[in-house]
């Protein structure tokens, strides 16, 4: 609500804080919106090296949605070493549990 402005008014420091919360008590999917926060820079500032803290322990926990995120910095070396290899296997991982966007990357040998 409070990232969006639903029902209240915007304010993406209290939206921050109760993600960080959940996340911080091990909720997946807060975990997931804490890395995409930071990977997309629309609210916050793009962070990568803490949109990767994030979005690895999501990934690891099976989410195909932070799987793929995972591609990305990987693929282009932002908040990560380049490695096309681990960029692929985190495409893999992803395409391996139904993502459709991963698994016609992967199909056709395309990165991020």
Do not use: C
Not at 9 to 27: H, Q
Not at 60 to 81: F, I, L, N, Q
């Amino acid at each position: 609500m409070f990232e969006n402005g639903t029902g209240t008014k915007k304010d993406i420091d209290r939206a921050l804080t109760w993600y960080r919360k959940s996340a911080e008590a091990g909720l997946v999917k807060a975990i997931l919106k804490m890395g995409e926060l930071y990977m997309q820079g629309t609210d916050v500032l793009h962070d990568f090296d803490e949109a990767r803290k994030w979005l690895e322990p999501a990934a690891r926990e099976g989410d195909v949605a932070a799987k793929r995120d995972m591609v990305t910095p990987y693929a282009h070396g932002w908040g990560a070493k380049k490695d096309a290899i681990r960029a692929y296997i985190w495409f893999d991982y992803a395409a391996s549990r139904g993502d459709p966007r991963s698994e016609s990357r992967v199909s056709t040998g395309s990165k991020a």
